[in-house]
């Protein structure tokens, strides 16, 4: 993951395609890994004690792998920047799920891919086409229809959890968008994702004051389930997340995400027991249909237009 192997591409590979699957499905077992944890820990005492974990477990990658991390680059400043974002996206996440279901959560956080569409059209250049923009609804239409049930049941504080969640859902593309902007984009990932830990950590700590007891019932499976998003969810999938990230377009990718909450409603359904339907299966179809039409090729021109 050096920056002498790294080839920019300028669309989503199959490669690329099957590790976002990969991290996407990951992503979404998280959704259990977390529901368990938060039966032992408050929630914001999770994400700063997963960060700071996941701090640990990357710095012993880089150590072992020879990554130079510190040197005059250039990236203090816009890496403080994108740490603060990541401590507000979690801080929103999570605050908001006081309020508001998991399933309005996930489907607002996860609103994300539109933000970056737009954002990486005046930001970064990457032309937003009627096709992307098509594919794109499709996708969303999908992950609606997951939560068709649950979006209108709307209680008196579910609002405020809502708007949280959305901020959340901003907060992750500004993030992806000041990456792939600035001088991070040239950094390694492992750099880029030590300064969002690191920094993130130490700005959400002092929300823990605000918040109830920071430990529940901390039982063997909480436990586990900490240590399973500090280390394999924080510590691999981000590595690889940012590594993607500056190698493909943004965009393509992160229309992926939307695979995240269909992943987390089967896992649900599976570990948990959660009730499974007809909408699931319907609404992977809507997934993979407008993932295709996001990232299917632009065909190309004929001899005659050369």
């Given at each position: 993951?050096?920056?002498?192997?790294?080839?920019?591409?300028?669309?989503?590979d199959?490669?690329?395609a099957?590790?976002?699957?990969l991290?996407?499905?990951s992503?979404?077992l998280?959704?259990?890994?977390?529901?368990?944890a938060?039966?032992?820990?408050?929630?914001?005492?999770?994400s700063?004690?997963?960060s700071?974990?996941?701090?640990?477990v990357?710095?012993?990658?880089c150590?072992?792998?020879g990554?130079r991390?510190?040197?005059?680059?250039g990236?203090?400043?816009?890496g403080?920047?994108v740490?603060?974002?990541f401590?507000a996206?979690?801080a929103?996440?999570f605050?908001?799920?006081d309020?508001?279901?998991?399933?309005?959560?996930?489907l607002?956080?996860?609103?994300?891919?539109?933000?970056?569409l737009?954002g990486?059209?005046?930001?970064?250049?990457?032309?937003?086409t009627g096709?992307?923009l098509?594919?794109?609804?499709?996708?969303?239409g999908?992950v609606?229809l997951?939560?068709?049930?649950?979006?209108?049941?709307?209680g008196?504080?579910?609002?405020?959890g809502?708007l949280?969640?959305?901020?959340?859902g901003?907060?992750?593309?500004?993030?992806?968008?000041?990456?792939?902007?600035?001088?991070?984009?040239?950094?390694s990932a492992?750099?880029?994702?030590?300064?969002?830990?690191a920094?993130s950590?130490?700005?959400?700590?002092?929300l823990?004051?605000?918040?109830?007891?920071?430990?529940?019932?901390a039982?063997?499976?909480a436990?586990?389930?900490?240590l399973?998003?500090?280390?394999?969810?924080?510590?691999?999938?981000?590595?690889?997340?940012?590594?993607?990230?500056?190698?493909?377009?943004?965009?393509?990718?992160?229309s992926f995400?939307?695979?995240?909450?269909?992943?987390?409603?089967?896992?649900?359904?599976?570990?948990?027991?959660?009730?499974l339907?007809?909408?699931i299966?319907a609404a992977?179809?809507?997934?993979a249909?407008?993932?295709?039409?996001?990232n299917?090729p632009a065909?190309?021109?004929?001899?005659?237009?050369?």
């Amino acid at each position: 993951m050096t920056d002498a192997a790294l080839d920019r591409r300028d669309g989503v590979d199959a490669a690329a395609a099957a590790l976002m699957v990969l991290l996407t499905f990951s992503w979404g077992l998280n959704g259990v890994a977390g529901k368990l944890a938060n039966h032992g820990f408050d929630p914001l005492f999770v994400s700063v004690v997963r960060s700071a974990i996941a701090c640990v477990v990357v710095l012993l990658w880089c150590r072992l792998r020879g990554i130079r991390l510190f040197g005059n680059d250039g990236t203090l400043v816009p890496g403080i920047v994108v740490g603060l974002l990541f401590g507000a996206e979690f801080a929103c996440i999570f605050i908001g799920l006081d309020y508001t279901s998991v399933g309005r959560s996930a489907l607002l956080v996860n609103t994300m891919p539109f933000w970056v569409l737009v954002g990486a059209h005046f930001v970064l250049g990457e032309r937003m086409t009627g096709r992307k923009l098509a594919g794109l609804v499709l996708a969303f239409g999908g992950v609606t229809l997951v939560f068709s049930d649950k979006l209108g049941r709307i209680g008196p504080d579910m609002i405020k959890g809502d708007l949280l969640s959305l901020a959340g859902g901003i907060f992750w593309a500004v993030t992806i968008l000041c990456i792939k902007r600035g001088r991070l984009n040239s950094a390694s990932a492992e750099k880029v994702l030590l300064y969002q830990l690191a920094v993130s950590a130490v700005a959400t700590a002092p929300l823990l004051l605000l918040s109830g007891p920071v430990v529940r019932d901390a039982g063997g499976l909480a436990t586990g389930a900490l240590l399973f998003q500090a280390v394999y969810i924080v510590g691999v999938t981000y590595v690889i997340w940012f590594w993607l990230m500056r190698r493909y377009p943004a965009a393509g990718l992160s229309s992926f995400t939307f695979l995240t909450p269909a992943f987390g409603v089967l896992c649900g359904g599976v570990l948990l027991g959660e009730p499974l339907s007809w909408r699931i299966f319907a609404a992977l179809a809507l997934i993979a249909a407008g993932l295709f039409v996001v990232n299917r090729p632009a065909r190309a021109r004929s001899l005659s237009d050369a």
